[in-house]
């Protein structure tokens, strides 16, 4: 019988799956809200946050508190989940909210998620 891999035996896989699979979702919805013009008027800016425990990756760990500013073609790039079981998360932010010294261009980033599906992600149209 095809398995696909799901047997009671490995519930690390299905953690794995749902997790991933709900943070993924969530990420979508998060990068969908947070790039909605009135959000994009109102909070320019948007934050990395990195949980920075003992699991935290160490390019997750790099962009903590990093800012980009939403006219930033390439932040989407950086929009957690950036890998299976991704606990990141962004936040929109004001001008008066950030400090100019944590901004940075997603140019001068010089890794690539190991994959990232918030911001391409479809969601359904009645989705908003």
């Given amino acids: 019988s095809l398995t696909l891999g799901i047997e009671p035996s490995s519930p690390g896989y299905i953690e794995n799956v749902y997790r991933t699979n709900v943070v993924g979702s969530y990420g979508a919805g998060r990068y969908r809200q947070i790039t909605s013009d ?26 903590n508190r990093k800012v980009f500013r939403q006219d930033d073609p390439g932040w989407g790039r950086y929009a957690p989940p950036l ?18 010294a944590n901004v940075i261009d997603s140019a001068s980033i010089t890794w690539e998620p ?15």
């Fill in 114 to 128: 190991d994959f990232n599906a918030a911001p391409t992600m479809d969601l359904p149209s009645d989705a908003g």
């Fill in 83 to 100: 890998s299976y079981q991704c606990r990141c998360t962004t936040v929109a932010r004001s001008a008066d909210q950030i400090s100019q």
């Fill in 38 to 63: 009135a959000v994009r008027a109102a909070r320019p800016f948007v934050e990395y946050r990195a949980v920075m425990d003992s699991r935290t990756r160490p390019t997750h760990a790099s962009l």
